[in-house]
């Protein structure tokens, strides 16, 4: 109220009507508190507490934030575990039903067991382009793109020309085959007691020679690490009946294929794949020898090496993203030397994603406390993934003749792969493994919404004792002043009317 | 003695009573007459020889308590100050909004971080991102908001100021008028008492507007002075004040004693001899009062929170724009940081802009010491003043023509013996070199200039009040560029235009940051809610030497709370002083103040009298008529 000029004649009216109206303001402001809950409409009418009310507005907003991160992600983490699971029972069922499964290509060259491949290959694509509201769960941090291309493209390629799956596995099954005369890439040679195996050059395809030995006495073995490598094995003396020659493959997927061949004076020259006959001399020997190694090394290349390429084949598509791009054969493939990383232009890139995070888990990370913050990405190209998806493609793809004699042999060498790499193995991810891991972000961020439950149940009450009036408190202040105000009214009314001019007549 | 006698003291009894009841039915008329103080007639007896013939009224007396007075014209000065300071720290604290309320600061900025929090969550989320445009936007309206309010209130103050002085000049000559008639008049009468409380009240109008003393000299006239010493008043010829009025107030308007720079007006005290005037706000002559407490609010409590609020703005800005390049760094057994100085688009040219700083905490076995590099293009002060500074830093003016090698040898040259600053290509390394000394932090501010390509920072908000350049905290520029920044603040223009950028810092084809990488926001979150930054001590918080030093959030609240605070302390203090204020004027009162049953017991007291004298008139004329009857 501002200073106004002294009538001192007038003091003691202006005073009573002054400390009247100061009541009435009194007055008014409970019933504004009353009316609104509120002690005060300003931060200074809060008086010292106001540090309280600023510092809980802002833990309330921020508390608040986190719980709106934590829903968010709730929801995106339950979905990913659904999609995970899913996925993670695909790559289950498919490792048992090699156990049961038969041979027994259709029409169409695909067995039963591929025929369902196919309808989960086409489900895990499904599951990995999962989405909520335009946010993709197995992006990494591009959450807006779509991270996997559709089956069929995957598969098959696209009209531009790009190579799929398919593709890719023939390319790598004629680089590592290369030509019937030395399939796997290796040249058979050798004369008088002489039999050699030969890499035909220092590349990465086909069979490779590691390792040669023999159990007979008139039988050396030695090898030429290389590359390329060789083997000899030089019959000076007859073998005994039940001698072996031994060798080692290693495919290109890495798995090693032992050849051995019995000595057998029962056999015909023209040996099965399994023995090679004794004959009169070494040098006659060392012939069946030849013939029988060729047969073996043939056997091989049509049942095992296939099946190892094309799982090789498939694990370095998959192994493509954008900045890495998938390694393909160089030129022709029956004679090709080396590998080539694929462009976008001739290759499907089957992951669009996120491929330079440092890591998969926080490539999408929440803060869901103060100083908590949880890792819920994913990306379609880990390391599990990718896996299943490899081993689901050459599945797909394969086609079996039932009229090949060495098909079911190929068919056997493909489930054995699958049934080894979907198995659980010790520093490598499986499927389950990122379930885990976003199960255990789950949990921690159950727990922090608990904790900002808590919090926030506590810094509601604080506001409420800061802010907030107590109703009976008020209404009770409010009741003794109207009391004093009527009576003060009464009073200043009486003494008004207490003047002597009145009483003069 | 005789008959005549007594009759003539009836008449003058009757005059007397005459006289008396003028006075009373002056004091009734006038009873709640501002100024107007209680009359009394003085009344004598009139004595001839030595005997009594009758009575006298020998004048008109004010009923007055001159000390009560004096302590009135004191109370009310100092009232007048805590009133107006109460008025304008309640608009302030009513400025900053109700708790919770939306567009409050402390909601804008609680609202803005929180939507932060959400596109950290979701950074390829439009909503989250448009909402985080719009919660930026809301505070720097909310900012812009208050620098206008705060400097409408300044406006308010300057016309204040021009009213206080034109009633002050209008008192003056009030004064000077009374005084002028009461020597003509002489004698002490009605019309002097008349004039005296006239005169009174004109001081008494001083008083409320400036602080002042009242001398009364002998001739009857009156010296004021005010209690700083400045005689405004001396008797003989008014002397006046001039204030030249500003009628556009911004935050670059500041009271300086220097006229060139001054943007706001000053009173000058122009003597009634006409010699040299005086600045009366420079010279600080009004110590209490209304214009005194217009004058501070105008200059400094709300400069004060003018500064505040852009300290507010400018880290905002900084905070989310401004890139720290430095790395620690152990070279055998010393330690230090490298920074590296160059610009991220354009390496050859250096990182810091004008205005930029780069600061390095040292120990030495006397203590802890700070060094503060701010970079100019050359027009800024020299040497920087400390306000510009951190509390306690010793500042480093450094001219960016210099290049790497020019801030190499400026730090080398200011930093005590045991430690070194080199510079390889662009990196500078600051390192102790002996045992007992140490480095104990770098932190550079090195604004960032587009949106992508620097780093995570960005520049989410900038001075539009040239265009919509980044904000550098330049010194260059006539006005310091923080200076009045709440009020120019705004959402940086090419983030408006391409809401995707608060999200993607590189663009570089190969690395280009994807629409769900949340580095950047949980940046910016970080930078607003867990850095801690220092504030300019010339906010009023925090101690002078060593400033503020929080979170950007925490000195949001650190202003309301601030704002709150001298709300409700002025109003205390004003309650208190108004207490004081009533007290005395109902002392006051008590002599000066007409009551009217005193007045209505005089008036029976004076209407018996005035039957008494008259029927001692009437009992003379029986008497003299029984006389005449005798001899008849």
Do not use: C
């Amino acid at each position: 109220m501002p200073i106004s000029p002294l009538a001192p004649g007038a003091f003691k009216a202006t005073n009573a009507a002054r400390l009247l109206t100061d009541t009435r303001l009194t007055l008014d402001d409970l019933q504004r508190q009353l009316a609104t809950g509120k002690k005060s409409e300003t931060f200074g009418g809060l008086g010292a507490q106001r540090i309280t009310s600023l510092a809980m507005r802002a833990k309330r907003s921020e508390v608040q934030s986190f719980q709106s991160t934590i829903t968010t992600f709730q929801f995106r983490v339950k979905q990913m575990d659904l999609g995970l699971t899913q996925l993670g029972k695909i790559g289950d069922d498919m490792r048992s039903s090699t156990y049961l499964t038969q041979y027994n290509p259709g029409s169409n060259g695909k067995t039963t067991m591929q025929t369902y491949a196919s309808d989960r290959f086409n489900e895990a694509i499904d599951m990995l382009n999962l989405q909520s509201n335009g946010t993709y769960f197995f992006s990494g941090r591009s959450t807006d793109v779509r991270p996997v291309q559709d089956a069929q493209t995957i598969l098959n390629g696209d009209v531009a020309g790009r190579a799929g799956v398919a593709q890719m596995v023939s390319e790598r099954k004629a680089a590592d085959f290369g030509v019937a005369a030395s399939a796997g890439r290796v040249v058979r040679g050798g004369a008088g007691t002489n039999a050699t195996l030969t890499e035909d050059g220092a590349h990465p395809f086909g069979f490779k020679l590691t390792a040669a030995s023999s159990t007979s006495g008139g039988i050396t073995s030695a090898l030429t690490a290389g590359p390329p490598a060789d083997i000899a094995f030089n019959i000076t003396a007859n073998p005994v009946e039940g001698e072996q020659v031994r060798l080692e493959l290693t495919m290109p997927d890495g798995t090693k294929q032992a050849v051995a061949l019995t000595a057998s004076s029962s056999l015909s020259p023209a040996a099965t794949a399994g023995g090679f006959q004794i004959g009169a001399t070494p040098a006659i020997t060392a012939t069946n020898l030849r013939a029988a190694l060729g047969l073996a090394l043939d056997r091989e290349a049509a049942t095992s090496l296939p099946a190892a390429s094309a799982k090789t084949a498939a694990n370095a598509f998959f192994a493509g993203s954008n900045s890495i791009p998938p390694m393909r054969v160089s030129g022709p493939p029956a004679t090709a030397t080396a590998l080539v990383a694929g462009t976008a232009a001739n290759t499907v890139i089957w992951y669009q994603g996120d491929d330079q995070a440092a890591s998969a888990r926080f490539s999408q990370q929440a803060r869901v406390d103060t100083a908590v913050t949880v890792g819920v990405g994913a990306q379609a190209n880990e390391e599990g993934i990718r896996r299943l998806m490899a081993n689901l493609s050459v599945f797909v793809t394969e086609t079996f003749n039932p009229a090949n004699a060495n098909d079911q042999g190929r068919f056997q060498a493909m489930s054995d792969r699958l049934r080894v790499d979907l198995s659980q193995v010790t520093g490598v991810q499986r499927v389950q493994d990122i379930q885990v891991e976003i199960a255990m972000s789950a949990t921690t961020m159950k727990m922090a919404d608990e904790r900002h439950k808590t919090k926030l149940s506590f810094v509601e009450t604080v506001l409420s004792d800061v802010e907030d009036i107590n109703p009976e408190e008020t209404a009770a202040k409010l009741l003794s002043l109207q009391t004093k105000m009527q009576a003060a009214y009464q009073t200043t009314a009486i003494i008004s009317r207490l003047n002597l001019t009145d009483y003069l007549r | 003695m005789g008959l005549m006698g007594a009759m003539n003291a009836s008449l003058s009894g009757l005059r007397v009573t005459q006289a008396q009841m003028e006075v009373v039915s002056n004091n009734i008329s006038n009873s709640s007459t501002v100024g107007y103080s209680r009359r009394q007639l003085d009344i004598r007896q009139r004595v001839t020889g030595e005997n009594t013939s009758g009575a006298l009224a020998t004048g008109i007396q004010r009923q007055l308590d001159v000390l009560v007075q004096k302590q009135l014209r004191v109370e009310t000065a100092g009232a007048a100050f805590t009133d107006v300071r109460a008025r304008y720290a309640r608009q302030l604290d009513q400025l900053f909004g109700a708790p919770g309320q939306a567009g409050s600061l402390d909601t804008s900025v609680n609202t803005f971080t929180s939507s932060l929090q959400t596109l950290t969550a979701n950074p390829s989320d439009f909503t989250a991102r448009a909402q985080v445009m719009s919660t930026a936007q809301q505070l720097a309206s909310t900012l812009n908001g208050l620098s206008s309010d705060i400097q409408r209130m300044r406006e308010d103050a300057e016309a204040n100021i021009a009213s206080g002085i034109d009633r002050l000049n209008n008192a003056i000559s009030r004064v000077a008028d009374a005084d002028r008639r009461l020597t003509v008049n002489g004698q002490v009468s009605a019309s002097s008492a008349a004039l005296l409380d006239d005169r009174d009240s004109a001081i008494q109008e001083l008083a409320a507007l400036v602080d002042v003393r009242v001398v009364n000299q002998d001739n009857g006239k009156v010296s004021i002075f005010t209690n700083s010493g400045l005689q405004i008043y001396s008797g003989d010829g008014a002397s006046s004040f001039t204030f030249d009025q500003r009628s556009v107030i911004t935050a670059n308007s500041l009271f300086t004693t220097n006229p060139a720079d001054r943007g706001v007006g000053t009173i000058r005290f122009n003597p009634s001899g006409g010699g040299a005037g005086v600045d009366v706000i420079a010279s600080g002559l009004f110590r209490s009062g209304e214009i005194a407490a217009e004058v501070a609010m105008r200059d400094k409590t709300l400069v004060e929170a003018q500064t505040q609020i852009d300290d507010l703005a400018a880290a905002l800005a900084s905070s989310l724009g401004d890139r720290n390049p430095t790395t620690p760094v152990t070279v055998g057994a010393n330690a230090g940081y490298d920074i590296d100085l160059a610009d991220v688009l354009v390496p050859a040219t250096l990182a810091m802009k004008a205005g930029n700083t780069l600061m390095i905490d040292i120990n030495t076995p006397t203590g802890p010491r700070r060094f503060q590099v701010i970079a100019t293009d050359g027009p800024a002060p020299n040497p920087i003043p400390a306000s510009e500074g951190e509390g306690g830093a010793t500042i480093i003016r450094y001219d960016r023509a210099g290049g790497f090698a020019g801030l190499q040898a400026a730090l080398a040259g200011a930093l005590p013996a045991g430690f070194s600053a080199t510079l390889t290509g662009s990196t500078l390394r600051v390192v102790n070199t002996s045992a007992g000394n140490a480095v104990t932090g770098a932190r550079a501010s090195f604004s960032t200039s587009g949106l992508t390509g620097e780093g995570p920072e960005l520049q989410m908000f900038v001075d539009l009040g040239g265009g919509n350049i980044p904000y550098t905290g330049s010194l260059d520029t006539l006005n310091p560029q923080r200076r009045g920044l709440a009020g120019r603040i705004g959402v940086n223009a090419n983030l408006v235009a391409d809401t995707s950028r608060l999200v993607v810092y590189n663009t570089t084809p190969g690395s280009v940051t994807p629409q769900g990488d949340s580095t950047r926001p949980r940046l910016l979150l970080d930078r607003l809610t867990n850095a801690q930054r220092s504030f300019s001590a010339g906010s009023g918080i925090g101690d002078a030497s060593n400033g503020f030093r929080s979170t950007v959030t925490q000195f949001a609240r650190r202003v309301v709370e601030d704002q709150g605070a001298n709300a409700a302390q002025a109003m205390n203090v004003d309650e208190g002083q108004k207490l004081v204020l009533r007290s005395v004027e109902a002392r006051f009162s008590e002599t000066s103040g007409v009551s009217i049953d005193q007045e209505m017991s005089d008036l029976v007291q004076i209407q018996n009298a005035y039957a008494a004298n008259a029927r001692v008139v009437g009992a003379v004329k029986e008497l003299f008529d029984m006389l005449l009857r005798i001899g008849a």
